[in-house]
């Protein structure tokens, strides 16, 4: 498939995991691929992957918390590619595991700002260069079921900052469709990365775990949900606006 082909995606946090799956498969279907992220060696094997396969690709270091580097990555895309098309704003971190009580204001600040004030700083860069292309843009953005669609003891805090995204995809959509901009969000649940393991698990029991707990018995894996992520941000979803998808193995249903 080639939906994107002649097209530029950015990819926050492309190094590892959903974002290195994202990046590598908008690549795959003939997208020129920037992957952002605050360390340069994990971008760069992901721009490897996407070289060797015989993709596009950018490495752009910047931070998501910060407006002036966010607004450099996109500045970095357009220069390099013409044009910024597509972005997932994937970039966050989870800091749980204890109840709210036990969190330290540190973690709570940290989720806050990766999580929601830089998902609001791409967005706010991404808009502004796409409403001032003819052809517009769309973006997703990656929230978790974590928040709008489920809570769990130990992340209070990030399921707060993930419902708060899924709140502000919505109403950005609303503000900025008629500019031509089209903004989604994808919920993920349980994925096939670290993150989805419990302290001292491992993926086989992980496995063992989620085959009674989870309707499909089995975690996502990074391209299902990446494969999600390219359908909100192609025209086959071209009349999708201010959607929350979710991609859980049916834990939420």
Avoid: C
Avoid at 224 to 241: F, G, M, N, Q, R
């Amino acid at each position: 498939m080639t939906r994107f082909t002649g097209r530029t995606a950015l990819v926050t946090g492309g190094g590892s995991g959903i974002g290195r799956a994202v990046a590598v498969a908008f690549a795959a279907e003939g997208a020129q691929v920037v992957v952002a992220g605050r360390r340069p060696e994990p971008l760069a094997e992901t721009v490897r992957l996407i070289e060797e396969a015989g993709g596009k690709a950018l490495p752009v270091t910047g931070d998501v918390t910060r407006a002036a580097e966010v607004e450099a990555v996109v500045e970095a895309a357009v220069d390099r590619f013409g044009s910024l098309d597509v972005a997932v704003n994937n970039a966050g971190v989870f800091r749980g595991g204890r109840p709210l009580a036990e969190l330290s204001s540190a973690d709570w600040r940290e989720q806050l700002d990766v999580n929601l004030t830089g998902v609001f700083l791409a967005l706010r860069a991404e808009i502004r260069r796409m409403r001032s292309q003819p052809s517009g843009g769309a973006i997703v953005n990656i929230a978790s079921t974590f928040g709008a669609h489920t809570r769990s003891p130990g992340a209070a805090a990030y399921a707060a900052t993930k419902a708060a995204v899924s709140a502000l995809t919505r109403g950005a959509a609303l503000d900025h469709i008629r500019d031509g901009v089209r903004i989604n969000a994808v919920s993920p649940g349980a994925v096939d990365t670290p993150m989805s393991l419990r302290p001292g698990e491992t993926e086989a029991d992980r496995a063992e775990r989620v085959r009674a707990a989870l309707p499909l018995g089995r975690v996502s894996s990074t391209s299902e949900i990446a494969a999600a992520v390219l359908y909100l941000a192609s025209d086959d979803a071209s009349s999708v606006v201010g959607t929350d998808l979710v991609v859980d193995s049916g834990a939420t249903a």
